[in-house]
């Protein structure tokens, strides 16, 4: 796991590292200057002309370092100061005594460059951005150069990821320590760009003074699944239940237990409407299918698949209505680890009753409108706080949640993940149930729940990425998806 910090967060952070373990401000302000320049010098030949953009605060001074180092390698460097110098920061003043002393070229007006690096504002921004702060950074936007930005885009606010009026458009973000909640969150991870993490030497010991840690999944996490043993059967890795599809919808089914099969499920049985049994069979014939009919629902062949199963996932594709909320109820009574996706979201939306049975084995995965339904709070509410949103379902419900979006917030009972594996390809129809399949699959194969809630969207989206190898994201579809999860365990074990 990665921590990924709000911008308040990051400045306790700096303040430990700075006054308990004692390393200097303005080592830990070199380290961060080499990198941006190490990362500059990598991708710029040397007859580039370029200009530092520097506000007056430490992210400023992080800007004059860089200036000072780059002209010390023999770049074209200037450096274009904005903001009252008399209110600048200490480090900023000692930076730009220094940056005198060697002869960097200042320039009192904005003048357009092959590469700027932006280092106006970073986890210190405050207010909105107007007047002389706004004009550069629409001029920056309007350049066909090259930009860089320092720590986070300058603008962009490190606690939220919104834009403060207006904010830089850059193509590579270099942030230190850790990715910021503005870097990963959008829209401020749209103005990013490519975003380099930077080791400038702040202890893990620093991260524990933050109180609500949010954490990011990395390769690492595939270790939370238990190896597969040679002396082992197809009961070793799970019973999974998958009450999926209705009379119109087959697809649903199928690429849920299609995925729950690829990420290692023994064994995946599909409860559907009767409607489904041959489309099934003959799409995925490795799956037990069980169905019922909608005119005769008949809750004991339900049971006895709940028996039956170590874990279940209910929702994709079953519609809304009595039998299906009656089906909800039972799954819930038998208190196994549950996953609830779409319809089966939406039943419970809609009846008080189901929400007071939801228990602590429970997961919920909705996108935006059906979370929108689950708590009654408008879908760009929601959108613009996914992790306020997120944790509230924790609270209220005791339940962990797979808030999908661009970005997919995850929480369970102690703690808060963004997920940054994937990509647009992968807003396609189909994709949730995807998802659905492989957290259903992952408890299955032994992964612990907290534990699974956390891999299971990493590993979808490492699938979309890895899907990307024969697909482009215009034309990728679900099947592409589990296509990529093939892919990604071949290339892991
Ligand atoms: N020793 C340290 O503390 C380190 C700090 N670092 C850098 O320092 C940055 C944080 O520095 P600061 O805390 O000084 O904050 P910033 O430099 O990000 O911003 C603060 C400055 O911007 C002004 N400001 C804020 N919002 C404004 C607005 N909307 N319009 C006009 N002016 C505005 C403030 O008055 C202040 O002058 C980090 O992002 C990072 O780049 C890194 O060098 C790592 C080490
Ligand atoms: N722009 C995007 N970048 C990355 N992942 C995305 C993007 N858009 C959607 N996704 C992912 O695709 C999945 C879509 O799920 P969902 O909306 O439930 O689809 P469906 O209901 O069609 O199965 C989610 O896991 C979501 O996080
Ligand atoms: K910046």
Redesign the pocket.
């Known amino acids: 796991m990665k921590n990924i910090v709000t911008?308040t967060d990051?400045?306790k952070v700096?303040?430990y590292t700075?006054n308990t373990i004692g390393i200097p401000?303005?080592v830990?302000?070199e380290?961060?200057?080499l990198s941006v320049a190490e990362i500059v010098c990598k991708n710029q030949l040397k007859d580039k002309k370029i200009l530092v953009v520097a506000?007056?605060?430490?992210?400023?001074?992080?800007g004059v370092?860089i200036c000072r180092i780059l002209h010390l390698k023999g770049y074209n460097t200037e450096l274009y100061i904005l903001?009252d110098i008399s209110?600048?920061?200490t480090?900023?003043k000692q930076q730009l005594s220094i940056a005198h002393n060697i002869g960097i070229n200042i320039v009192g007006d904005y003048n357009d460059a092959d590469v700027i690096i932006d280092?106006?504002?970073?986890?210190?921004?405050?207010?909105?951005?107007?007047?002389v702060?706004k004009d550069v950074i629409l001029k920056i936007n309007k350049g066909r150069n090259f930009v860089y930005s320092?720590?986070?885009p300058s603008?962009v606010s490190?606690d939220t990821g919104k834009i403060?009026?207006v904010a830089v458009k850059a193509n590579c973000t270099v942030t230190?320590?850790s990715y910021k909640i503005g870097t990963v969150l959008y829209p401020g991870a749209e103005y990013c760009g490519q975003v380099v993490v930077a080791d400038?030497g702040f202890p893990q010991e620093a991260y524990e003074q933050i109180e609500e840690q949010v954490k990011t999944a990395t390769l690492e996490d595939f270790n939370f699944i238990p190896p597969r043993p040679n002396y082992s059967n197809k009961g070793t890795y799970g019973k999974i239940l998958i009450i999926a599809g209705s009379k119109d919808i087959s697809g649903a089914a199928v690429l849920c237990a299609e995925a729950a099969f690829r990420v290692g499920a023994g064994l995946v049985r599909v409860f559907t409407a009767e409607q489904n049994r041959q489309i099934i069979q003959r799409l995925l014939p490795e799956a037990m299918v069980n169905t019922y009919d909608v005119h005769h629902f008949n809750m004991k062949s339900l049971e006895a698949c709940l028996k039956w199963c170590d874990v279940v996932a209910i929702g994709p594709g079953i519609g809304t209505g009595v039998i299906q909320k009656n089906m909800i109820e039972k799954v819930l009574e038998y208190n196994l680890p549950t996953v609830i996706d779409a319809d089966g979201i939406n039943n419970i939306s809609e009846d008080e009753r189901l929400k007071k049975k939801l228990h602590k084995n429970v997961v919920i995965t909705p996108h935006l409108g059906e979370m929108s339904r689950f708590l009654n709070i408008p879908v760009e509410e929601i959108a613009s706080n996914l992790i306020k949103y997120g944790r509230e379902v924790n609270y209220k419900y005791n339940i962990n949640c797979i808030l999908k979006d661009a970005r997919t917030v995850i929480t369970t009972e102690q703690e808060t993940f963004v997920n940054l594996s994937g990509n647009s390809g992968m807003a396609t129809a189909g994709s949730g149930d995807v998802l659905t399949g492989i957290v259903a699959a992952l408890i299955g194969i032994g992964v612990e729940f907290n534990n699974a809630t956390v891999l299971a969207p990493y590993i979808h989206g490492l699938a979309g990425d890895k899907a990307m190898e024969y697909v482009s994201k215009t034309s990728m579809m679900a099947t592409d998806i589990i296509e990529g999860i093939k892919i990604l365990f071949k290339g892991m074990r």
């Open positions: 911008g990051m400045k700096d303040s700075i401000s303005l830990l302000m380290r961060a200057a506000g007056v605060g430490n992210n400023g001074a992080d370092a903001g209110k600048a920061s480090e900023f280092s106006i504002f970073g986890v210190g921004l405050s207010r909105n951005v107007e007047g702060y320092v720590d986070i603008g490190a403060c009026g230190f320590g400038i």
